[in-house]
C-alpha cells in the first residue's frame, strides 16, 4: 500500500474530492482525520472508510480560522504522534463563476482568491510547522484547469475570480515548497479540469453543448473522474513521488499542455 503506516488530514473531506481522496488514502494505509463543517457528512465518509476496514477520525473545524486549525492540528499530533500527509480539498468558490467581469461585483471577484489563498493559507503553515520540526512530510493543495485556459476557453467560460484564486494557490505552493524544501517536506498542486461527476449530470446531459464543447478541448475527449484525482492525490502524498516538489501536476486530459 502506498501510505502504509501514515497519518493523513484531508480539509474539506465531505466534499467531492475530499471524499474521495479521504477513502483512498484510508485505502492505502493511512489513518486518516477527516476535516470540515458539518459533523454529519463527515460522518458518512468516515462510516465507509471503517466499513471498509480502514481507519477514520472526524473534526468540525473552520479552515479559515488560523487558530481553529493550529489548535486542532497540534492536537492531531498528540493523539497520532506525527502528521505526514496535510491535504486541501476545500472549496475555491467556483459557484461564483458565469458573471462577466464588467458585471461583476467586486467582492465576488475577490472571494475565491479570498477564501482559497486563507485556506490554503491557514492548513498549509500549520501542518509545515509541525512538518518541518520532524524533517517530513507533504502537503497537498488543489487547484483547477481555471488557472491556465486557453484564449478560447477565456472567450467561452466567464470564470470571474475562480481562475484567479487558482493561479494564487498554485503560487503559494511554490513558495511554501521552497521554504520548506530544505527541512525535508514537499509541497504539491493538483490541477484537474473539470469533474463531470461534481455537476449532478442526467443520463441526456453528457451531450450536452457545453460537455461536448469541454470534452472536445481536451486530448484525451474525455475529463478527469473524482478517482483519478484521489489517485493521484494518493501517489504524490507517497514515497514514490520522493523527488516531486513545489510543482503542478497536470491533470486535465490535455486541455492544458504547457509546462509548469
Known sequence: MLLENNVAVVYGAAGSVGSYAA?????????????????ATLEHVADEIRGAGGLAETAV??????DAV??????????????????????????????????????????PAMVGLRSNFCT???????????RSGVIVTMSTSASGLAGRDRRFHASGGFGAACAAVEEFTRS???EVGP?????????????????????????????????????????????????????VASDRAGAMTGTIVNLTCGS???AN
Open 124 to 134: 498549509g503553515t500549520a501542518a509545515a510547522r509541525r512538518m518541518t520540526s520532524a
Open 176 to 178: 511554501l515548497a521552497g
Open 256 to 258: 492544458i499542455m504547457n
Open 61 to 66: 473545524v473552520d479552515a479559515l480560522d488560523p
Open 70 to 111: 493550529d489548535i486542532h492540528l497540534g492536537e492531531l499530533v498528540d493523539a497520532a504522534g506525527r502528521i505526514d500527509i496535510s491535504m486541501n480539498a476545500t472549496s475555491l468558490r467556483g459557484d461564483l463563476q458565469g458573471t462577466p467581469l464588467r458585471e461583476m461585483a467586486a467582492d465576488d471577484f475577490t472571494m
Open 183 to 235: 527541512h525535508g517536506v514537499r509541497v504539491v498542486c493538483l490541477r484537474p479540469d473539470a469533474l463531470p461527476e461534481t455537476w449532478g449530470l442526467r443520463d441526456e446531459e453528457p451531450e450536452s453543448p457545453v460537455y461536448r464543447y469541454m470534452t472536445d478541448g481536451t486530448a484525451l475527449g474525455r475529463m478527469p473522474t473524482l478517482q483519478q484525482v484521489a489517485d493521484a492525490a494518493a501517489f
Open 23 to 39: 477513502r483512498t488514502f484510508a485505502r492505502e494505509g493511512a489513518r486518516v482525520f477527516l476535516v470540515g463543517r458539518t459533523q
